[in-house]
């Protein structure tokens, strides 16, 4: 349905005049540039992040768990603008469960507190405690993880049984190993895993501290390569560059189609309004570490990047070019500011989350029952998010010199290809 | 391309007249709220008598009769109300769990219900109360009992939600998009964002219905999950997937200034699959003939859908917006 919107024709005949397809492949160019600085700073600071983890591991104690901490929180920067290169690019939507995939059983992993429960109907393997069990069977097949490393994480435990909750490997189950559940409830603090968990021989506490070092270590080697893999796509030559390039209809509507969907249905819709009304303290993104507020917050700047073609990298150099903000000011001044004014207010928005999570505020507070001032804090990030994507809807159509728009459509030609 | 030629057609004649979305409002939305609330009021005042199972079952099946043709809508006052009047899909078991926490701590909550709307979605509206009422690990209660008031209360704010959407949508959002384009309306600045904006919700609803209350249950070949299906355990999976499917259809012909033929014969297909369909809870699913039933009605709900964008959605000369399912 999200590519639906965009597959309409008319973007094609707004570019069928020279002067703009110029500009679209520019746009274009742009667009594709910013992808691969921010998968690049994603994989650096990855990377800075699997270096942080290898000290924990091969001298635990509470400055290299606080410094692997600290790294996680740096690289979750970059990558969470990425995230509005998800819809609309097929190769990074196949790609991305391995690395965010969320919210997650997190028993399947490690040991959780008695309150979590054990299997549920929806997930039998919901307390399976990888970490803990060198043997198991995993629908029907006895599982041999006496050595955990990146295979088995991926190729076996990853969404088991085609559980999606089963989130093996990626940024999430990374924060639970360095954090652990936050048991603080709608109250004051994040998880609070200690350092000892990594410690080895005696010191070592909740057990399998070997096992618990590989997992964290196999899952940040993972994160580091697919991350290498998704920057390459969108290298000169890459794949997900190329296939942006193939048909500039087509390429703007993807970007388009990202900004859209990240702004509505994921984050607006799926992790900030229905958080907060299941008034759930698990319900935030990042619910082990609590820094909810800078995943939202991020999402909203991933997505003016990409319209104002200008995005900062973690060096503080500038990568920018023409822009989707140019196009749609030669076509329509007007909603060209509209669309700029809606991404500032909703950054805005978001902003003021970030900032009174900063100030002590978590997120996790914000969601409780009848916490009013929680509740007006996310719904006017999820407001400022819902109106953005209207004007993100008039950009289509917009781009779309109206009236004309039918000849073309893929969905006329082509009934079936909106359900591909 | 052979649609081509239709639509080429179609532009031949007059533009649209752009009455769909008055009608729509005065034959589909509104009359619906109306509905919904009367039938809301009944459930409350019934299960305020007895809040036992078998007395608030009748009310409770005939009150989610009555949501189900409004129950996709996911704009205005249903941007948001649409979700604590029916909280599904529920993979984690928000819901159960939830419900559990209640009982057990025997919060003081249920028998206020006016304080009510302060809970988690997960325990309030159609599927909290279908948990109650129908599932063996809850509804073995007695009246007097801390359940039974928590029946009773959840019916009387799904009665406030019914009441408030039904005033919010008549006073207030009915006339924004019938308004729409006129000074002072910021949400639609044109005819065509109103008139797409409806039309995005049926195509929703029927992506819904199809990948969700359908394609949750089915699963895949080797692995389906009939425990997912919605509303299984009132027996309410397949006539949810009907009532959608009709509600779609309804609404695409208010928005629609013409005869639909092909929309009309699409929703006979939905009418023949679902009359085929053994077990209206999904439960057989894991057979491989219920899988097939399945799968033909799914496949006429796809049909009807494509047959709304063909005869409604080209003609007008729009596509969708973004919906709320968007995302993961």
């Known amino acids: 349905m999200l590519r639906t919107i965009l597959t309409t024709t008319a973007i094609g005949i707004a570019l069928a005049s020279t002067a703009q397809a110029q500009t679209a492949a520019e746009v274009l160019d742009t667009y594709a540039d910013i992808a691969e600085a921010n998968y690049g700073d994603s994989l650096e600071s990855a990377r800075g992040l699997q270096d942080a983890v290898n000290a924990l591991i091969e001298s635990p104690s509470a400055g290299t768990m606080a410094a692997a901490r600290e790294a996680w929180l740096e690289a979750r920067v970059p990558y969470q603008q990425t995230e509005v290169f998800r819809f609309g690019n097929p190769i990074v939507d196949d790609w991305e469960g391995k690395v965010n995939a969320w919210p997650l059983d997190e028993g399947l992993i490690d040991y959780v507190d008695g309150a979590y429960g054990g299997p549920t109907d929806a997930n039998q393997l919901a307390a399976l405690n990888v970490i803990a069990n060198p043997n198991f069977t995993l629908s029907g097949e006895e599982i041999d993880a006496s050595e955990i490393t990146p295979e088995l994480l991926e190729g076996k435990l990853h969404e088991a049984d085609g559980i999606e909750a089963n989130v093996a490997t990626g940024y999430h189950a990374i924060e639970f190993l360095l954090w652990g559940q936050d048991l603080n409830g709608h109250g004051d603090g994040a998880g609070n895993r200690p350092w000892t968990d990594y410690a080895q021989g005696e010191d070592c506490t909740h057990g399998n501290c070997d096992r618990r070092a590989d997992y964290l270590s196999a899952a940040t080697d993972l994160l580091v390569s697919d991350l290498e893999w998704i920057t390459g796509q969108w290298a000169e030559g890459g794949d997900a560059r190329d296939h942006l390039m193939q048909d500039e209809q087509a390429g703007l509507s993807a970007i388009l189609t990202g900004m859209g969907s990240l702004s509505y249905g994921e984050t607006a819709g799926e992790r900030m309004r229905l958080g907060l009304m299941l008034n759930d303290p698990e319900e935030e993104h990042s619910c082990f570490a609590d820094n909810t507020h800078n995943d939202h917050f991020y999402n909203g700047v991933g997505i003016q990047n990409v319209y104002l073609g200008r995005y900062v990298r973690i060096d503080g150099e500038t990568v920018s070019g023409p822009s989707l903000s140019d196009l749609v000011a030669a076509e329509n001044p007007d909603l060209d500011q509209e669309m700029r004014a809606k991404l500032n207010n909703a950054v805005q928005a978001l902003g003021q989350i970030k900032t009174a999570a900063e100030a002590g505020f978590a997120y996790d507070e914000m969601l409780a029952r009848g916490n009013e001032g929680g509740e007006a804090l996310i719904m006017g990030g999820v407001d400022g998010l819902i109106d953005q994507t209207r004007s993100i809807e008039r950009v289509v159509a917009a781009l779309d010199l109206g009236g004309i728009e039918i000849e073309g459509s893929d969905s006329l030609d082509n009934p079936d290809a909106v359900f591909q | ?328």
Not at chain 2, 61 to 90: C, H, I, K, N, Y
Not at chain 2, 240 to 257: F, I, R, S, Y
Request: aromatic share 8%; charged share 25%; net charge negative.
């Open chain 2, 1 to 328: 391309m052979r649609y081509l030629s239709i639509l080429v057609l179609s532009l031949g004649f007059a533009a649209p007249t752009f009455a769909g979305v008055d009608q729509s409002l005065d034959q589909h939305i509104l009359p619906g709220f109306d509905r919904f609330a009367e039938s809301a009021d009944a459930l409350a005042k019934t299960a305020a008598q007895d809040c036992r199972p078998q007395a608030v079952r009748p009310a409770y099946q005939a009150a989610f009769d009555a949501w189900m043709p409004l129950a996709d809508l996911r704009l205005g006052p249903s941007e948001t109300g649409a979700l604590s009047v029916g909280f599904w899909p529920d993979p984690r078991g928000f819901t159960p769990r939830t419900l559990t926490r209640l009982v057990a701590d025997e919060d003081p909550i249920a028998r206020d219900p006016e304080g009510y709307d302060d809970v988690s979605i997960a325990a309030r509206g159609f599927f909290a109360l279908e948990m109650l009422l129908f599932d063996p690990a809850f509804s073995h209660y007695a009246p007097g009992s801390y359940t039974c008031d928590l029946v009773a209360t959840i019916a009387a704010d799904l009665e406030h939600q019914a009441d408030d959407l039904k005033s919010d949508w008549q006073t207030g959002f009915a006339a924004t998009l019938r308004n729409a384009g006129e000074v002072g309306n910021a949400t639609y600045l044109s005819r065509d964002e109103a008139l797409r904006a409806l039309y995005t919700q049926v195509l929703s609803s029927l992506e819904f219905t199809a990948t969700k209350r359908l394609g949750e249950p089915m699963g895949t070949f080797a692995r389906p999950r009939p425990a997912l299906a919605e509303a299984r355990r009132s027996d309410r999976s397949l006539r949810n997937v009907v009532l959608a499917a009709e509600a779609a259809h309804g609404l695409a012909t208010a928005l629609a200034d013409w005869p639909v033929p092909e929309i009309d014969a699409a929703l006979d297909r939905v009418h023949e699959a679902a009359a085929r369909i053994e077990d209206p809870g999904f439960q057989d699913v894991d057979n491989p003939q219920g899988r097939l039933r399945a799968e033909v009605l799914q496949q006429a709900v796809t049909g009807l859908r494509a047959s709304i964008e063909v005869e409604l959605g080209a003609r007008y000369g729009i596509a969708p917006g973004f919906n709320a399912q968007d995302g993961d």
